[in-house]
C-alpha cells in the first residue's frame, strides 16, 4: 500500500473518476468481493417480498417518473442497496409481542446483511481477517446513522422548507462527506471514538472527491433502484463499489497525512 509521495501527483489520483475506476477495478480483477452483496441483495428482496404481504403497515418507493420526475439521492451513509420497501418505526408501536418481534426482525435483517457484506468485502479489499467485534462497531454505526436519517426524514417541517432547507442540506452533506470513511475504518480495527475522528482528518483535503462519490453512488441508486429488480442490483453492484471506494480513499489519504 505504500506508495511515493509526488508534488500533488497524490490529489490529483483521488479524483472522483479515480477513486471510482480504482475500486471498479479491483473487482473486476477480484470478483469475489461482489458474492457477499449479491447474497445480500437476494435476502434483501425477500424481505420486500415479505413486507409487502405483511399486516404491518409499510412503505413502498414510488416510482420516480408516476407523478412527475423526482430525483432523489439514494445514499444511506454506508455501503448497501435500496429496497423498495420500508418498515416504519411508528407502525411497530403498541403492537402484540409476536408482531413486534416479526416487524424489528423484518426491519433489522437488511441491516444485519448488508453490516455484514460490507464488513467482508471491505476485509478482503484490505487483506485483513474478519472479526466480529469488527462486525457488532459497524452495525453500530449503521444503526446510528439509519435512525438519524429516519427521523430527520420523519420531519415535516424539514421536508418543506424549500429553498430555506438548503442551509441544513449543505450542513448535512458535510457531516456525511466527513463520516464517509468511517465503516473503513472500523473495519481496520479502530474503535468507533478513534474511527470518527480519523475519518474527519482523513476526508480532509478530499472533501469534493468524497462528496463525488457521494453523488454518483446516490444517483446511480436512484436510477437503478427505479428499474425492474432495482433492489438486487443496486445491492449487488453498487454497493460493493461503495465499499471498495471507501478502501481506495483510506489508501490515498493515509499516503497525503
Known amino acids: 500500500m505504500a506508495r511515493s509521495r509526488n508534488d500533488g501527483a497524490d490529489r490529483r489520483e483521488s479524483s472522483v473518476a479515480h477513486v471510482l475506476s480504482a475500486a471498479v477495478g479491483r473487482l473486476r480483477r ?17 424481505v420486500d417480498a415479505l413486507r409487502r404481504r405483511d399486516p404491518i403497515p ?3 418507493r414510488e416510482i420516480p417518473w408516476e407523478n412527475g420526475l423526482s430525483i432523489d439521492l439514494e445514499y444511506a451513509g454506508y455501503p448497501t442497496g435500496v429496497a423498495q420497501t420500508m418498515t416504519p418505526l411508528e407502525s411497530l408501536v403498541g403492537l402484540h409481542p409476536e408482531y413486534l418481534a416479526w416487524g424489528l426482525t423484518l426491519y433489522l435483517l437488511p441491516l444485519v446483511v448488508v453490516v455484514f457484506a460490507g464488513v467482508v468485502t471491505m476485509a478482503r479489499a484490505m487483506d485483513r481477517d474478519v472479526r466480529l467485534a469488527t462486525v ?5 454505526f449503521v444503526i446510528v446513522f439509519d435512525l438519524v436519517q429516519r427521523g430527520l426524514g420523519s420531519i415535516d417541517a424539514l421536508q418543506e422548507m424549500g429553498l430555506w432547507g438548503l442551509p441544513l442540506l449543505v450542513l448535512y452533506l458535510a457531516v456525511t462527506v466527513r463520516l ?11 474503535s468507533p471514538k478513534r474511527a470518527l475522528g480519523e475519518s474527519v482528518r482523513r476526508t480532509r483535503g478530499h472533501g469534493w472527491t468524497v462528496f463525488g462519490v457521494i453523488l454518483v453512488v446516490g444517483l446511480a441508486g436512484w436510477a437503478l433502484a427505479s428499474l425492474s429488480g432495482g433492489t438486487v442490483t443496486t445491492t449487488a453492484l453498487l454497493a460493493p463499489v461503495h465499499a471498495v471506494a471507501i478502501v481506495v480513499l483510506l489508501e490515498h489519504s493515509s499516503v497525503d497525512n
Open 30 to 46: 477480484n470478483p469475489s468481493l461482489l458474492v457477499p452483496f449479491a447474497v445480500a441483495g437476494f435476502v434483501l428482496a425477500v
Open 58 to 60: 409499510t412503505f413502498e
Open 136 to 140: 457488532g462497531s459497524v452495525f453500530g
Open 180 to 190: 464517509f470513511a468511517v465503516p473503513g475504518l472500523l473495519v481496520a480495527g479502530r
